[in-house]
Structure formats: C-alpha cells, structure tokens
C-alpha cells in the first residue's frame, strides 16, 4: 500500500510537470517567466564565477541591496523602477570600486554604508509614492517572476547574449582579473578600466535578475551555482558552464515547483539550489574516502 502510495505522488508531480510546460504555450506571462529564468541562470552563472573567483561577493550583496534606493526613488517619481535601479545600481558599484582602489576607503567599510543607505532611501520613497502598498515591497524583496514582462525578458536576453560573447571573447584576461590582478596587468591588460567595465556588468545583471529571485534571494543565485561547480573542477572556463547550466536548470525547476505547489519562486529556486549543493559536496566527500581508501 506504501508502495503504491508513493506511486501516485510520482504520478502526480510528474502530471503536473507536464501541464506546466502545456500551459506554457497558453499563457504569454509563464513563457515570460519560463524564458526569464533560462537567461537569468545563464547570465547569474557567467557573472556568478567571476563574482566568486575575485571574492567580491559582499560586494555584490552590497550593490543589490543599494538598488533599492533607486527602486524606491522611481516609484516616487512614478518613473521605470528597473531604470532607476540600474542608475543607483551602477553608481553605487563604480563608488564601491572607486573609494577603494583610491584607497579613500575601505571596501567593507564602503559596502556597508551603501548597502544601509541604499535601503534606507528606497524604503523612505517607496512609502511617500502616491498609492504605494505592501505588495509592492515584497514583489521587489522576495522576486516575483510571473510579473516579467516581454521587455524585460528581451533586455534580460541582450545581457545573456553580450555576457555569453563576452565570455567567449575575453575569458582568458577575465580569469587573470578575477584571480590576480597584479599578474593581470603584467600581461599589458588594463586592469583599472576592465575592473570597472566588468562592476558596470554585474550591478547591471542585478537589476535585471531582480524580478526573479529579489533582492532579498538574489545572491544565492550568484553565489550557490558556482561553488557547486567549484565542487568539481578548478578550472575559470568548466566551471563557468557548470555554473550557468547549474543556474539555469536551478532556475527552471524552481519555476515549475512554483507552478505546482503554488510556493514563492524563489523560494523554490534557493531550496533546488541548496539540494544540488548539497548533492554535490555529498559526492565529491565519497569519492574522496575511496581514493583515500584505495
């Protein structure tokens, strides 16, 4: 009886794994949310790596929670809040570098402001915004990625694709960046400019991700891929694609978890994540008693 118990369940979950992806070709706002979480596990891996690799990931928690103060400011002005996210993004990351490669600063010590300030500002102006509600706090806090409009799945695919280029184009000066900086401009690479170029980058991917996951979550979709591929190889260029293929099919089953048990999405995304991560530290710690057994 057990056994057939289970069965059902199996059969049920994988009924409604079907009707999801059914239901993709019926409703416009699941494609969306479909195609926005396929390039934003892409991006989030590519990004992801290098973020890791050069160990700025309190940066990058710094800058996504500085974005506020930009979504809160658009509200007010009943502006894009996405574009006002980008603009607080951008400048809050090229100050975070700036005040500490001047050596104004330190890096912490400059994050951690930011990050208060940014949140301090967003939550101010988002509550003075003419008809503001609750509701639209958690959407941006917590991700709510069946909100994803054609526009930003289209802006979030022109990342994609100028982040998979770049990936391709420029790994190598990439990899020296994210790993020494010093050995970086000994082989003529402009460090400064690169540092700052690739900051732009990552507070962009930010913003456009913030839908998906929010900015509460958003750092477990830089951060948990990356250290699951870093379970298995070393190398800059393998363990970007396991990064982004573990973004991506993180992303993806997440969504249709969602769908199915009616659960937050990033909620859903984090918990598949964690699992994989967890996986994968599990396999990597057997194979490493057997070669040490034999």
């Not at 990439?174 to 003529?188: K, N, V």
């Not at 980058?201 to 699951?228: C, D, E, H, K, Q």
């Amino acid at each position: 009886m057990r056994t057939f118990r289970a069965g059902l369940r199996v059969e049920a979950a994988m009924r409604g794994d079907m009707e999801f992806f059914y239901d993709i070709f019926r409703y416009g706002y699941l494609a969306n949310a479909l195609l926005a979480a396929v390039f934003a596990g892409i991006t989030c891996g590519i990004v992801g790596t290098y973020v890791v690799s050069r160990r700025i990931v309190f940066l990058c928690g710094g800058v996504t929670h500085a974005s506020f103060g930009g979504l809160g400011i658009a509200f007010w002005l009943g502006v894009n809040p996405i574009g006002g996210a980008m603009v607080f993004a951008i400048l809050s990351a090229v100050g975070i570098e700036w005040a500490s490669d001047k050596g104004r600063m330190r890096e912490d010590s400059a994050i951690g402001i930011i990050w208060s300030v940014g949140m301090a500002v967003g939550a101010l102006f988002m509550s003075l915004a003419p008809g503001y509600t609750s509701g639209d706090l958690a959407s941006y806090m917590f991700g709510s990625i069946v909100t994803v409009t054609t526009r930003d799945v289209a802006t979030l695919g022109a990342l994609t694709v100028f982040c998979v280029a770049g990936m391709a184009l420029w790994r190598r000066p990439i990899t020296y960046l994210a790993f020494d900086r010093d050995f970086a401009a000994s082989q003529g690479i402009a460090t400064k400019t690169a540092s700052y170029a690739l900051t732009v980058i990552v507070a962009a991917t930010i913003v456009l991700s913030i839908r998906i996951m929010g900015i509460v979550l958003l750092l477990s979709l830089f951060t948990i891929p990356t250290v699951t591929a870093n379970a298995f190889t070393k190398s800059y260029g393998a363990m970007t694609l396991w990064a982004s293929a573990t973004a991506t099919a993180g992303a993806v089953t997440g969504l249709v978890i969602s769908y199915n048990w009616e659960v937050p999405p990033g909620a859903g995304i984090i918990f598949t994540l964690t699992l994989g991560l967890i996986a994968a530290k599990l396999l990597t710690l057997r194979r490493k008693k057997i070669a040490d057994a034999t």
